[in-house]
């Protein structure tokens, strides 16, 4: 990560597991891999691949907890989506909000102010078949096990934790952004900013 100084602004009071919720990375422009990806529940993924939990502790401090023991970071808000942060390991830096970037907020895939969605997406939500293809022949079909199958057989298994949809295929975690737009339209944005539209298929 860059190695930045504190930004000379005001600096909000407090951090907290709402604050946290979503994708950020340490590029204002969204690009390159997601640092942290964390759920309002007490999860987060890091890096993309590993799937810990954390802790709010005081005003500013985050633990994240896992196998490989705790890791702390001191956060400081600069404002709603950009955070300065420094760790127990002597690295420090900016990590900026991106999920939805503004890029893709504004586009032709609509997201409510916010990230609200239209309809809330949940497991029950996912399960059936879809298509980012618009075309019913080539799909994903969505099990209640966790399991996904693609059309031509091939199987992952899948978890949903608020937004963040992730699919796991050998020991690699993909995180997809989920958003809701009616019971048979959803949009899916990944880790680089690339966005689909799936429909449901019958």
Not at 20 to 45: H, I, P, Y
Not at 133 to 149: E, H, W
Not at 175 to 183: F, Y
Request: hydrophobic share 35%; charged share 10%; glycine share 10%.
């Amino acid at each position: 990560m860059t190695v930045n100084t504190l930004p000379a602004v005001a600096q909000p009071v407090g951090v907290t597991n709402g604050y946290l919720e979503g994708r950020w990375k340490d590029n204002a422009l969204c690009l390159g891999k997601t640092q942290f990806a964390f759920d309002v529940s007490g999860s987060v993924m890091v890096a993309e691949a590993n799937l810990i939990g954390y802790s709010v502790s005081g005003a500013n401090q985050v633990v994240l907890s896992g196998a490989g023991g705790q890791y702390v970071i001191t956060t400081s808000p600069v404002d709603e989506d950009t955070m300065y942060f420094s760790d127990n390991r002597g690295t420090a830096g900016n990590l900026y909000r991106c999920s939805p970037t503004p890029q893709i907020a504004k586009n032709m895939y609509y997201t409510p102010q916010g990230g609200q969605q239209a309809v809330a997406v949940t497991p029950s939500y996912l399960l059936g078949r879809w298509t980012d293809v618009n075309n019913c022949s080539v799909t994903s079909t969505f099990y209640p096990n966790g399991t996904v199958v693609g059309n031509t057989g091939q199987s992952t298994n899948w978890s949903l934790a608020g937004n963040q949809l992730t699919f796991f295929a050998n020991n690699v975690a993909t995180v997809l952004s989920v958003w809701g737009i009616d019971q048979n339209t959803m949009r899916t944005v990944d880790a680089n900013g690339q966005q689909s539209l799936s429909r449901r298929c019958p």
